[in-house]
């Protein structure tokens, strides 16, 4: 994937016209760096800093994965998407695509056919660089020459955040050209009626129905808008708020099994089986691994209960303003028409420029809902496709440097090293005490052994740290401990066996402690790696993607339609208030200066 030079920006560059497209979508693209606190040049620091991080600690590494791995999902679907400016209705661009396999072919919202395959670009023989939601991040790019953007999702480029300005700029201009048109026919008629007053003159039967019937539909419009807004801003807000508590409760989850790994290799140290220990070495590596997991757990309970309670903030703020909204554009609509119908002139006058500014509010906030809607998709478009491409190069990458052999190794290691030495540990008990018929001047190794011999416990690694097949008589840690009871004796008070068997109840517990230890150690061992490679990341992104993107992506869109139905709505009540007053008002003349003149006034309206 052939990478773009990133461009050094700065705000001071933005182009003098306010209504320019190029002017809407740098602003844009500033906005949301300096909303991250970010300067407008900060990109190349940025990636310089993050080259550096990837040289620290593992203990660093522990914590960044253990802060990304949980919080990122809900980031990329929910939080990103409130404050960053994406992209309108994207423009296709006509190439052949194969759909995904195992992937549901539909679009989210309707707005972009997307679930696509996109290209897979070969670097070389053995790495690939795969550009994200290619298709659907096809857009104008104003800082290219107002070219198509090619380089997919990637929210460290500066191309991808402008062309994603560039097409929210009809939408904004839109709000910006209402409110200064229609603040200037509210102007020009203030200053018509108070300095060229004249008495209303010309009375058409026609224009005063057609302007009653369209102000009922408007009204209608508006008041169905208003039930979509609210109907829509409930399922969203449930859906965002569904997705957070599945991210959070992941994260409650893995903290879990994260403190068990810890708990086990404390077991560990403390393991001794007739005297016998894990050597010095071995339990000084337990004691740096325990740290570093005892770190990560504590670090991903804190930063993810700090942030889910930050992001379920913004949901709430975004709920609580959707409802006001949609209440006070449904009390405007009804009581304008209200007064329009009873000729309340001078407060159909005040409602006209409180929906003014409404109307403009609105707009703003239809146009943002549906960058909300499209960023949701190419969001999920992205992480579908860094799913079912696991050894590619992605942008994603630059997030989540899932290639990091030496900690995954080193943790997984660690537990394989820990569960050779017990196993070892245990087999030598088993060889050189418990099945051999000692005489009894031998003590303390003779307790009166007898019976069938013990079978040994598998080993599950060879030396080199390799899975290892079980021998043919051993019993492996599933089901060890169960064997060996039916080896355990029963024993005086001086500790030799009065009953047939090879193992004192003694030396059972410790060796079935021992095995315990084991067994929790090598079921949490891949766990650990799991975590650390991406893998957990890639199965809550299927999750999401699956189970969370059809409805946060639904349901963002009944918002849009419902702002966008309330916006023109009303925006077009605002315009028939005033021409079915005019109306109004020329008819009440004219049917007084009939009836003065003596005349017979026939109108079919009341």
């Known amino acids: 994937m052939k990478t773009r030079q990133a461009a050094q920006f700065e705000c001071k560059e933005i182009p003098t016209t306010p209504l320019s497209p190029k002017y809407l979508s740098i602003f844009f693209l500033c906005y949301n760096r300096a909303f991250r606190g970010e300067s407008p040049s900060c990109l190349s620091e940025q990636n310089q800093r ?348 630059d997030i989540l440097p899932c290639v990091d052999e030496a900690t995954a190794n080193e943790t997984l290691i660690r537990t394989k090293e820990v569960t050779i030495q017990l196993v070892n540990m245990i087999n030598a008990v088993i060889t050189s005490i418990s099945n051999v018929n000692f005489s009894p001047n031998l003590r303390p190794l003779y307790f009166n052994q007898s019976g069938p011999l013990m079978p040994l416990l598998c080993n599950p690694f060879l030396p080199d740290f390799t899975d290892r097949q079980c021998a043919t008589g051993e019993v492996d840690l599933n089901n060890a401990t169960q064997v060996w009871k039916n080896y355990e004796c029963q024993v005086s008070s001086d500790g030799i066996c009065t009953t047939v068997g090879r193992i004192t109840p003694e030396y059972y517990n410790q060796m079935a402690a021992a095995v315990n230890v084991s067994f929790g150690l090598n079921h949490y061992g891949p766990f650990l790696v799991h975590l650390v490679d991406c893998g957990f990341v890639r199965d809550t992104f299927q999750s999401i993607t699956t189970n969370h993107c059809p409805g946060l992506s639904r349901y963002s869109e009944w918002i849009y339609v419902g702002l966008v139905m309330v916006s023109v709505a009303v925006m077009l009540s605002l315009i028939f208030w005033v021409v079915y007053a005019r109306e109004r008002r020329h008819r009440a003349y004219t049917k007084q200066v009939i009836v003065r003149s003596g005349g017979y006034y026939d109108d079919k309206f009341p």
């Open 50 to 397: 993050r080259k550096k991080e990837q040289g620290g600690t593992t203990t660093k590494m522990l914590r960044f994965r253990s802060q990304a791995f949980l919080l990122l999902p809900a980031f990329l679907v929910i939080f990103s998407t409130f404050f960053s400016f994406s992209h309108g209705v994207s423009q296709l661009h006509h190439l052949q695509t194969t759909p995904i396999t195992g992937v549901m072919n539909e679009e989210y919202g309707g707005l972009v056919s997307w679930w696509t395959r996109p290209v897979v670009e070969e670097t070389n023989a053995n790495i690939s660089s795969l550009v994200l939601a290619k298709e659907r991040t096809y857009r104008t790019d104003p800082l290219d020459g107002y070219r198509h953007y090619t380089g997919g999702w990637n929210i460290s480029e500066e191309h991808y955040w402008a062309s994603v300005g560039f097409t929210a700029a009809p939408l904004f201009a839109i709000a910006a050209i209402w409110f200064v048109v229609f603040g200037l026919c509210l102007l020009l008629m203030f200053l018509y009626f108070c300095c060229c007053h004249r008495r209303p003159y010309g009375y058409s039967q026609a224009a005063y129905a057609c302007s009653l019937i369209f102000l009922i539909l408007f009204t209608i419009a508006a008041i169905l808008g208003c039930i979509i807004l609210y109907t829509g801003q409930s399922k969203f807000h449930s859906s965002t708020t569904n997705t957070l508590d599945y991210v959070v409760n992941l994260a409650n989850t893995i903290a879990n099994d994260l403190r068990n790994v810890s708990d086990y290799l404390s077991d560990a140290k403390k393991i001794g089986v007739n005297q016998a220990f894990l050597p010095s070495d071995i339990q000084t590596k337990i004691d740096d691994v325990g740290t570093k997991v005892n770190f990560a757990s504590a670090t991903l309970e804190e930063k993810t209960l700090d942030n889910s309670y930050r992001i379920q903030n913004v949901l709430d703020t975004v709920r609580l303003v959707l409802i006001i909204l949609s209440a006070v554009m449904l009390l405007l609509a009804f009581l304008g028409f209200l007064f329009s119908i009873l000729g309340m002139q001078c407060l159909v006058s005040v409602l006209v420029v409180i929906g003014w500014i409404l109307v403009t509010a609105t707009f703003i906030l239809s146009g943002t809902f549906l960058l909300l809607h499209n960023v949701a998709g190419d969001t999920c478009v992205a992480m579908a496709e860094w799913v079912t491409h696991p050894t590619a190069h992605t942008a994603l990458d």
